[in-house]
């Protein structure tokens, strides 16, 4: 059963393999075990973070060890490898996740940045699942990146970060993995690291910057079609009127989600995900969501407890489709809302729910990237 995570918890990370000497495409992923196989096995005691450490008592042992390398799935000549990693964290189940890597093959001396890619659900699905088809807009938006010299990270999770493998005890504090994987990506990096998500993927970033200390790591946030977990009490109060989050949803409907045209206003969760909400707290809080259900969820959502609100030294963009008729972006403008630091937000044209897929919204992240992925 769902049990407290404490409201601000960061993880300390660092990769047992020396950093490199420069920060080349090969350099840094010899450095994560990438190209070699190597073990990459995170000390956990070691401070990568500028040295910061926790409180006494706040300390979970947190590691990433690479396992091997896994089948790519795809062809093309900037698609460098693929790497299973076993992510550990938080006092949970470890988790396997795996990444692939793209970088320009031509490209030598220090890349632009380190950017890391995430989609939506549970997140075990790849941001590029196809090649060459002008129609998908995520495989010509990779290849515009590591063109403009970024090396560019996908991660899908072999058994999801939350949901089932959230060991019931609520979505937060699965969401230390993301904390823990991106930290080891950047291990040795003297180029920023910056990070995209869409739905899902967006919500691990959001819960990394207000409970994890995410913003330590990385300098650009981009979070495409959500996040949809930013009140995770509203999304299950559907049976819940007198709570009023229905007409706050159809305002913000109203303001941007101006080209679903008659379809119906989407304020809650519904169908398969549900249950899935369930599988990470035990029991059926949000199926069946009572009182004493909406208060945990309410704690659990990524505005809850004490949320750091205020990241001095990352940026924070939001990409919302005009065409995403799902309750997931409104879900996610209170935490927009809440943001007290540097932070951006494009309404986009033709777009739907997965960002990315359209070229209008892969533009507007090409071009968040290009202006914010750098050190302050």
């Known amino acids: 059963m769902y049990r407290h995570c404490p409201a601000f918890l960061v993880l300390v990370l660092a990769c047992s393999t020396a950093p490199p000497t420069d920060d080349s495409p090969d350099a840094h992923a010899k450095a994560t075990g990438a190209l070699d196989g190597g073990s990459g096995t995170a000390d956990a005691n070691a401070p990568t973070d500028g040295g910061f450490t926790l409180d006494a008592g706040q300390q979970e042992s947190a590691g990433v060890e690479a396992l091997g390398p896994c089948q790519a799935g795809l062809e093309d000549n900037h698609l460098l490898g693929c790497e299973r990693y076993r992510v550990t964290c938080g006092g949970l189940s470890p988790q396997v996740v795996k990444v692939r890597r793209w970088a320009d093959p031509q490209r030598e001396g220090p890349s632009q940045g380190h950017i890391v890619f995430g989609m939506g659900g549970t997140g075990e699905g790849w941001t590029v699942t196809r090649t060459n088809d002008p129609a998908h807009g995520e495989h010509q938006l990779v290849r515009r990146l590591t063109r403009a010299g970024f090396v560019v990270y996908e991660r899908a999770w072999e058994e999801g970060w939350w949901g089932r493998s959230s060991d019931e005890q609520g979505i937060a504090a699965a969401a230390c993995r993301y904390r823990t994987l991106v930290a080891h990506l950047a291990q040795g990096s003297e180029s920023p690291t910056c990070v995209f998500g869409n739905s899902g993927g967006s919500t691990e970033i959001a819960y990394g910057l207000t409970r994890h200390g995410l913003d330590r790591i990385i300098r650009l946030a981009i979070l495409g079609g959500g996040p949809p977990m930013g009140r995770i009490d509203y999304g299950c109060s559907a ?66 407890g004490a949320p750091v609100l205020d990241y001095p030294d990352t940026h924070v963009h939001f990409v919302v489709g005009r065409q995403d008729c799902t309750e997931a972006p409104i879900l996610g403008i209170p935490y927009f809302n809440g943001i007290t630091s540097s932070k951006s937000r494009d309404l986009v044209t033709q777009t739907p729910h997965r960002t990315i897929e359209s070229s209008q919204g892969a533009q507007a992240v090409f071009d968040a990237f290009v202006t914010h992925c750098q050190d302050p």
């Open 239 to 304: 049976d819940r009127p007198e709570l009023g989050w229905s007409s706050q949803c159809a305002t913000y409907w109203g303001e941007t989600q101006t080209e679903c045209g008659r379809r119906p206003v989407k304020c809650f969760y519904e169908g398969r995900i549900v249950s899935v909400f369930d599988q990470s707290y035990g029991g059926a809080p949000c199926s069946q969501a009572n009182d004493d259900d909406l208060q945990l969820l309410e704690a659990d959502s990524v505005l809850g």
